[in-house]
Nanobody, 115 residues
Framework: QVQPVESGGGLVQAGGSLRLSCAASGSIFSRSTIGWYRQTPGKQRELVATITSGGSTHYADSVKDRFTISRDYAKNTVYLQMNSLKPENIAVYYC?????????WGQGTQVTVSS
């Protein structure tokens, strides 16, 4: 399926870590820029991090020193390693797959951080 699927969300204590995964089948995934976005109720979806097909990365300033985006081409998967999580990181995290073939969003995965 072309639509990416997120996994790895859950409940973690403040200061803890989670690793989110975004996977999709097919060759389009490896040729896509993959982005992680997050959204909280009443707010716009915001960019967290992106990784291009060539592996170049970009981060929002708020997560730059704590989150790491990476991709495994063999597994058609992009990861978002989130460390030192804070209550303000609570959100639904979405994966976006962007290429000349179109833009596809996953269903999202909930991340909850307890203080």
């Amino acid at each position: 399926q072309v639509q990416p699927v997120e996994s790895g969300g859950g409940l973690v204590q403040a200061g803890g870590s989670l690793r989110l995964s975004c996977a999709a089948s097919g060759s389009i995934f490896s040729r896509s820029t993959i982005g992680w976005y997050r959204q909280t109720p009443g707010k716009q979806r915001e960019l967290v991090a992106t990784i291009t097909s060539g592996g170049s990365t970009h981060y929002a300033d708020s997560v730059k020193d704590r989150f790491t985006i990476s991709r495994d081409y063999a597994k058609n998967t992009v990861y978002l390693q989130m460390n030192s999580l804070k209550p303000e990181n609570i959100a639904v995290y979405y994966c976006n797959m962007q290429s000349i073939f179109g833009s596809y969003w996953g269903q999202g995965t909930q991340v909850t951080v307890s203080s």
